[in-house]
């Protein structure tokens, strides 16, 4: 069977930066599964992954705009110390829900601390990088229709994967 939307697909993984250095693997894990055609994985490697079958092997490297995205300084924002609880530890590299204006919740990260304003960034730590995938893929079945009608793979038992 090949990939194509409304399939689960199961693929074991290394994902490296452009300096080769490995940020994510499934080695020692049990292979990532997939709705294919759901979003459930970023959009250039869901892409690569379409028409391939199980025991195909491939290298890539996916743009940042078809990753996490291209870095947005807009998304890099100071706030008031005061928004932030009165005697909270705020340190450089933190990460804090917060809500945009548009009511949307995201997470933030703490790029720099001065005694008046705390600076966050919005940006997906991976946005703005291209990033480099091996992959080989194990299984390839057809969704069941619970699958397809949540979004998303049930592990097996049913619990939700």
Not at 21 to 26: A, E, F, G, V, W
Not at 73 to 78: A, F, N, R, V
Not at 98 to 117: F, L, N, T
Request: charged share 20%.
């Amino acid at each position: 069977m090949q990939v194509a939307d409304n399939t689960v697909v199961s693929f074991d993984y290394t994902l490296t930066d452009p300096d080769g250095n490995t940020l994510d693997s499934s080695s020692g894990r049990a292979p990532l599964s997939y709705l294919h055609g759901a979003s459930n994985i970023i959009p250039g490697l869901e892409a690569q992954m379409t028409g391939r079958s199980a025991g195909d092997e491939f290298k890539v490297t996916i743009p940042a705009s078809e990753a996490y995205g291209e870095r947005d300084e807009q998304l890099i924002q100071p706030v008031p110390r005061q928004a932030f609880p009165a005697g909270a530890q705020i340190e450089v590299g933190q990460q804090f829900q917060a809500r945009s204006p548009d009511g949307q919740s995201r997470i933030v990260r703490v790029v720099k601390v001065e005694p008046h304003q705390i600076t966050v960034d919005a940006n997906h730590p991976l946005a703005g990088v291209p990033l480099t995938f091996e992959v080989q893929i194990r299984d390839v079945r057809a969704a069941t229709a619970e699958e397809i009608e949540r979004g998303h793979v049930h592990a097996p038992g049913g619990q939700h994967g």
